[in-house]
């Protein structure tokens, strides 16, 4: 059915309909942009209460708490250093996350390569250790986490003992054809005299050509991760600064 | 003989317009809204108690939080069904046609509805507000009253546009809650699009340019009934009046919308 025509309709209605939308973007111009606020992460609610809250959708939920907890610092305008940041919350959340999602790689990536940037050295010990915990759960999913940990271990913490525990834990729990052989050498990469950019780039090169990192969003990640350390080794050390 | 021509008035009659009105609310008393939505504010301030028992700790904060949030959620989808299947029961029953057989502009029709809306909306949130009041200091009850209730407004006016412009439930509902949950959720849309750990990529930029756009058009209903007001340190000063301004923008916004497509339809 045809459309009476445009003249039908008065020009009051006009006026409003222009006047009124006008309005809403000029309110909009005008009311400045919205920032997070920085305000303390609170205590994750128990898993059993998620469960029931994601109405039989534990992963859709896992997927929003890895988005919320991402929000919590690395919103522009608020910038919360992580040192900031309580890591017994942080822990209880990527630990919430992992029980709702336990095959979801999101949480251990954010304890292995955003939260271990601390520059604390108690909070980096404390997130190396979650991944280690979550390791043992889950060797053949999460081996590639510890394997980072233990870079991180030898390298940003200088804790030769450590790393190779990680290492050493990877070749005696991670015993699946899954599982690169390289991987569960990880003393060798520990042990020679190499930095931590080209310890970084050996993990990242096997990951990518093993076929282990097919998700575009994270080989784009970790290859700027990879860039940040050749920077930060090349000149100051700019990734710890941001943190600091 | 010729025929003589219709003059069809342009001026709005209030008198019938607020006949429309009337007869909107007495319909709603006899489809038993209002006992509908005093079951469910008591059903949930009973839950409330369930889980105000299960908490450890801050039982009281809890109770409250969980029923703010409950109540708003709930009385908005309540109302805006309720608009949405009042109004398409007239366009399907022809009373629409009936009424706009008068001798009355078509905008009297909307207004009339909308104005029957409005008191119902008030006194939707009014019920919702009530059991709050013995469990949170009054200021901020008020407060949090009073942007649902506007909140309440802007949605049934939406529910009114998407009415005239759909005349189907399923369609127009679809558009309704989309439009309420994007509303409510823009806000963070825009903050986690501009996350500098999603990268600076094309992708990226076009998602941020997007949520952007989105934000100029919607209202930012995150800002309305905030649970925070209630168990935190009420609302901020300014919260209410700007509240107020962006109801009464968007409201003559749908208002505005639904005069325009109705004054286009053919019946």
Redesign the interface.
Known sequence: MAERALHRVPHAVFALLAATFATQIALHALTPRPTANAVALPSPPATTALRVASLGEPIAMAQLLNLYLQAFDTQPGVSIPFRDLDYDRIEAWLARILDLDPAGQYPLLMAAQVYSEVADERKQRQILDFVYREFQTDPVRRWRWLAQASILARHRLGDMPLALRYAEAIARHANHPAVPSWARQMHVLLLADMGERDAAKILLGGLLAGGTITDPHEIYFLTRRLQELEAAEMSTPLSKQRRH | MTERPVAYR?HLDWARTLSISRYTLLEAWRNRFVVVVLVLVAALLVASFFVEQLAITESRRVQVGFLAAALRASIVFVTVLYVLQGMVREFQDKVVEIILSLDL?R?SYVLGKFFAYLVLCAACAALCAAPLFLLADAPQVAAWAVTLMLELWLLAAGAVFCMVTFNQLLPAATFVFSFYLLGRSI??I???S??????T?PGAQAAARLADLL???L??LDAFAQTAWLVDSGAPPLSLP?AA??TG??V??L???A??DL????F
């Open positions: 342009d502009p905008a806000t963070a825009q903050l986690m501009t996350s500098t750990l999603a990268g990529g934000a100029f058009v209202p930012r700007m301004l962006q923008i968007y003559g916004l208002l505005a919308a005069m325009f004054y286009r339809r053919n």
